[in-house]
């Protein structure tokens, strides 16, 4: 049976559509939970709400939609090397809330992802064993360009065997993206042991 792995941009609206899936069709995908940014408030110029109060909601909101299922959770819409809750990094307060209520949640991370973000990923897989989701743009492809995806390895300190990646086409799919991605896949397959390889078109999942 085909798993899906969307990513959805965890608004309340798609969190209710979530909640109100069938058993059947909630166990044919796992979501990647991606974090909104934050809302600006044009009066005062500055952010609606801090880093801290802008977070603090959604590990609840997430249980109460998922249950205790696992799901892969994105912050790069907020990436920053800005702590929260007095000094800790988001992703690593977002994971560790979620888990107290039950919810077990694998980080996701990009090439371009904040250092505070890949010092958390290595630190939660020492603890928690679940490994990380990669995203890679089109441009950081492996067959284009190795070293976005091998810095990233070397900075979480994990193995392509605790990485789930996803391969981003961007927002079309049409022949000659297919035909790049043939190519993009025998590379990966020729150098890496992943222990899962998705592609798609992330991007268009959060329009």
């Known amino acids: 049976m085909q798993h899906y792995r969307p990513f959805i941009l965890a608004r309340r609206g798609e969190l209710s559509a979530i909640s109100k899936l069938s058993p059947a069709a909630r166990s044919a995908f796992t979501p ?3 974090v909104p940014g934050r ?3 044009f009066e005062s110029d500055e952010y609606a709400k801090s880093l ?3 977070f603090e909601s959604f590990p609840k909101k997430y249980r109460d939609s998922l249950g205790s299922a696992v799901a892969f959770v994105d912050v790069s819409l907020l990436d920053s090397d800005e702590s929260i809750f007095g000094g800790v990094d988001p992703l690593t307060w977002i994971v560790e809330e979620s888990n107290v209520l039950g919810l077990e949640l694998v980080p996701l991370v990009t090439p371009f992802s904040a250092s505070s973000a890949l010092g958390a990923v290595r630190k939660l897989h020492q603890k928690y064993g679940r490994g990380v989701g990669i995203r890679i743009a089109p441009e950081e492809w492996v067959s284009l360009d190795d070293t976005h995806l091998e810095r990233l390895l070397a900075a979480t300190g994990l193995s392509p065997q605790d990485v789930d990646l996803f391969i981003d086409c961007g927002s079309t799919f049409g022949p000659l993206v297919q035909r790049s991605l043939l190519t ?13 390889a998705r592609c798609q078109a992330v991007w268009s999942h959060l329009g």
């Open 39 to 41: 809302s600006w408030d």
């Open 184 to 196: 993009e896949l025998a590379e990966l397959d020729s150098r890496y042991l992943f222990r899962s």
């Open 52 to 54: 801290s109060e802008h």
């Open 32 to 34: 990647v939970l991606v």
